[in-house]
């Protein structure tokens, strides 16, 4: 599995940025996949993760109420909207694959796939 990330740059606190995320593997719709972020000099952490059928999700306590993920499986893609951004936002945003369908494995070790990253900054 390949995962393409996008969407990342520089924005101002209180902004909004959409991520976006890209496979072309034909099984997508049976893969648990999520966001993970890594700050500079902090480990890999998970952020929000959803169900392979779009209807269950997960967030980590400081992104609920400002971030929302989803996904379109017609469209192999998985989206991670973010609201209210924060200076302590600012990392590289990881999507990450887990072949067991279950999101709300929470660590790192629990998805088998991760795409290459794209940088969020958030700055005034």
């Known amino acids: 599995v390949q995962l393409q990330a996008s969407g990342g740059g520089l924005v101002q606190p209180g902004g909004s940025l959409r991520l976006s995320c890209t496979t072309s593997?034909?099984?997508?719709?049976?893969?648990?996949v999520g966001w993970f972020r890594q700050a500079p000099g902090k480990e890999r952490e998970k952020v929000s993760c959803v169900s392979p059928n779009g209807i269950t999700t997960y967030y980590e306590d400081p992104v609920k109420g400002r971030f929302t993920i989803s996904r379109d499986n017609a469209k192999n893609t998985l989206y991670l909207q973010m609201d209210s951004l924060k200076s302590e936002d600012t990392a590289v945003y990881y999507c990450a694959a887990t072949l067991s369908g279950d999101a709300s494995a929470s660590t790192v070790y629990e998805y088998d796939f991760y795409g290459q990253g794209t940088l969020v900054t958030v700055s005034s």
């Open positions: 593997d034909l099984d997508f719709d049976r893969l648990a």
